[in-house]
């Protein structure tokens, strides 16, 4: 593959739109529980949720899935849906909202330059909920590179966070 120039640092990911089976079910998880605005909706078939205002940042849809079933395992498609809190302390309050929803983790982790909350939407799409460390406390190797890992995160210490 040639090598081409690297993309503009201005690009950034804008929404995600999923497929649901059940748009009822799919709003009671992103805007019941992680507390997404619904922005937009058209009847049973499709909402638009976000988050401060923007037009959306989730689209969720029955047009193609409407009682469908998820990926069989050892299939491609999307691993999961990053959500970026702005601080420690909103990332504690998702995590109380999962608590208080018996919504169970599939994993967390330190990466060192963020801490992850990892859990599965009601359709069984990967969901990351994390928050990123100031830029200049992420970890980096003697020559200056960036160095990421996954440690375990202390869920203890998160939930002593302040309630925001």
Do not use: C
């Not at 990926?71 to 491609?76: E, H, K, R, S, V």
């Not at 909202?97 to 967390?108: M, N, Q, W």
């Not at 990466?111 to 909350?117: F, I």
């Amino acid at each position: 593959m040639p090598q081409t120039s690297a993309i503009t640092a201005g690009a950034r990911i804008g929404h995600v739109h999923l497929k649901v089976s059940d748009l009822d079910r799919a709003l009671a998880f992103y805007h019941g529980v992680l507390g997404f605005d619904i922005t937009a909706r058209l009847g049973d078939q499709a909402a638009f949720l976000s988050a401060g205002g923007y037009h959306h940042h989730i689209g969720l849809n029955t047009w193609e899935s409407r009682g469908g079933k998820p990926p069989a395992a050892g299939t491609t498609g999307l691993y999961h849906t990053a959500i970026l809190y702005p601080t420690r302390a909103h990332l504690a309050d998702a995590l109380r909202r999962l608590i208080a929803a018996k919504i169970s983790l599939e994993g967390v982790a330190d990466h060192g330059v963020s801490e992850a909350l990892y859990l599965r939407d009601p359709d069984q799409n990967g969901v990351e909920l994390y928050w990123d460390r100031p830029r200049e406390l992420w970890p980096r190797t003697e020559s200056g590179e960036l160095q990421m890992y996954t440690r375990p995160l202390n869920l203890e210490s998160l939930l002593s966070e302040p309630e925001v």
